[in-house]
């Protein structure tokens, strides 16, 4: 009786396991994707293009400074500053009509 009731136990715990796994994997997979929704959305509001992140090794970086630095990569000391107004395009100009349409099998 002890081996059956100590089996049956051991399957429980595995199930319920298993169970709190699943649970997990798809709670972090619906995170995930609302966050997604969420940042292209909040991109979106604020007029701005969707940037997608880069995990990758970047080098040594001055975290003081709050800035990624490459090693002798400074901007100059008399650097200009240029601000410029953004003009929004309503729509795009026609293409001239001397344009002919690209052949991909002309020159074979």
């Known amino acids: 009786m002890t081996g059956l009731l100590g089996r049956v136990w051991a399957t429980l715990v595995r199930i319920m396991l298993l169970l ?11 995170f995930g994707a609302i966050a997604a929704v969420g940042i292209t959305a909040w991109a979106l509001i604020r007029g ?9 090794w970047k080098g040594p970086v001055d975290w003081r400074s709050g800035a ?9 000391a008399d650097a200009e500053v240029v601000d410029i107004e953004a ?7 026609a293409p001239p009509d001397d344009v002919t349409p690209h052949d991909d099998k002309a020159g074979r």
Do not use: H, N, Y
């Open 20 to 30: 709190a796994g699943l649970a997990m994997f798809f709670g972090v997979l619906v």
């Open 48 to 56: 701005r293009r969707v940037v997608p992140l880069d995990f990758g």
């Open 68 to 76: 990624r630095r490459q090693p002798g990569r400074q901007a100059p």
């Open 87 to 93: 003009k929004v395009i309503d729509k795009p100009a």
